[in-house]
């Protein structure tokens, strides 16, 4: 059973501050203390065709870096979205912010009110806070890295495919209300009213089988 239309779910970009000057009371210590406190964390490299796939019942995802694995702890994945395909439906973080960069291939995001195409070298913050979704309009597969800050998207990503195989939804519609609570519990909040039009058909039930002719 294809559940595509149920939900959600990249982007990448670690966010670096750089200061400038010498500040009053900065001392060399500062900085030692601050790597200091947090486990080490060993460099890691994921080849082209290697790497965790998540257990994700909408699209591809291949997992590139967990929170476990950042000291900055952020989650980068990357998504491969087919032609013709949603992706998340409009929703709204409390917990977390979500970067997106896409490499090839378009992707149709919902930022600001505004419904925008984002080409290859393209890139967008979506921060918590605002409601926002992406999905994939155009006749080609998109590929894009995203990351998100923070640990609770990843529990939520890791938790959706287990959470829909233990329900046993009999339709999209009983996927979407799992995925929802699911949702709910790690601080997302779905808004179905906010789809705008443009997106509407790719989250729209498939229509019922025909009858047989006897």
């Known amino acids: 059973m294809k559940l595509t239309t149920a939900i959600l779910p990249a982007l990448a970009l670690g966010l670096a501050a750089c200061a400038h000057g010498e500040h009053p009371h900065e001392h060399a210590d500062d900085h030692a203390m601050t790597i200091s406190d947090h486990a080490d964390h060993p460099d890691k490299l994921v080849r082209a065709t290697t790497g965790e796939m998540v257990d994700n019942p909408f699209h591809p995802v291949r997992l590139l870096l967990s929170n476990e694995e950042s000291a900055g702890e952020v989650t980068i994945y990357e998504f491969l979205l087919p032609p013709k395909s949603p992706g998340s439906p409009p929703h709204t973080h409390s917990l977390e912010d979500e970067y997106f960069y896409v490499l090839s291939g378009t992707l149709d995001v919902l930022s600001n009110g505004e419904t925008l195409r984002l080409n290859p070298g393209d890139f967008a913050a979506l921060n918590r806070g605002h ?75 498939p229509p019922p089988p025909e009858p047989v002719q006897e």
């Not at 329900?167 to 519609?173: C, G, I, L, M, T």
């Open 131 to 205: 409601a926002h979704m992406f999905w994939n309009g155009s006749d080609t597969p998109t590929e894009l890295i995203m990351t998100t800050t923070g640990s609770s998207f990843e529990a939520f990503m890791k938790s959706a495919g287990p959470r829909i195989a233990e329900a046993k939804p009999a339709n999209a519609e009983e996927a979407g209300a799992v995925i929802g609570q699911l949702a709910a519990e790690h601080g997302i909040i779905i808004s179905m009213d906010k789809m705008p039009e443009a997106a509407a058909p790719f989250y729209a039930p």
